[in-house]
């Protein structure tokens, strides 16, 4: 069993319910979550996984509300070598630069040596109308923690 910081980037507030029914996937698998709608630098924990769920906006930009971390980790180069993480975009691939969020936040964490336990998933809202099947889908990959 393992526990999990789920940490949230969302514009428009429906990764929040996508961050919420993951948690309840996860439950049922034994596992531990907790979701963070402004999620810190001082928040992580290797003895935890880092589970990043994060839409995109703009020109595939970060949502405001995961901002803040994704600049500390520029500015601060934490050593996050003990840090197990993985992500999941909400995108859709009729922008220009598809899930750029969850692909900017996955070469930052691994440059500062994070340890990835899944994938990186792209959910792609063209594909998927109903994205939580694919995130439980790609949960099963937790069933190894
Ligand atoms: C104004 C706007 C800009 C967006 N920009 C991108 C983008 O650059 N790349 C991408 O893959 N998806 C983009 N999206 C799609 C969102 O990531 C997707 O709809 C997501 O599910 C929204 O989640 P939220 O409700 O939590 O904000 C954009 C959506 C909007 C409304």
């Excluded at 526990?3 to 596992?31: F, K, P, Q, R, W």
């Excluded at 840090?83 to 930052?108: H, K, M, P, T």
Aim: charged letters at 20%; a negative charge; glycine letters at 8%.
């Amino acid at each position: 069993m393992s526990n999990l910081l789920i940490a949230v980037g969302t514009v428009y507030g429906s990764t929040i319910d996508l961050a919420e029914e993951a948690i309840e996937v996860l439950a049922a698998m034994g596992h531990s979550a907790e979701m963070f709608m402004d999620f810190q630098t001082n928040q992580l924990n290797s003895d935890s996984i880092l589970l990043i769920m994060t839409a995109s906006t703009g020109m595939g930009d970060i949502p405001d509300n995961l901002m803040g971390f994704y600049c500390d980790l520029l500015d601060e180069k934490p050593d996050l070598k003990d840090q197990r993480f993985a992500i999941v975009g909400l995108g859709d691939s009729g922008y220009d630069y598809f899930n750029g969020a969850a692909r900017r936040l996955n070469e930052l964490l691994l440059e500062l040596g994070a340890q990835p336990v899944a994938e990186t998933l792209l959910v792609d809202a063209n594909e998927h109308p109903d994205p939580a099947e694919p995130i439980a889908s790609w949960l099963a990959t937790f069933n190894a923690y």
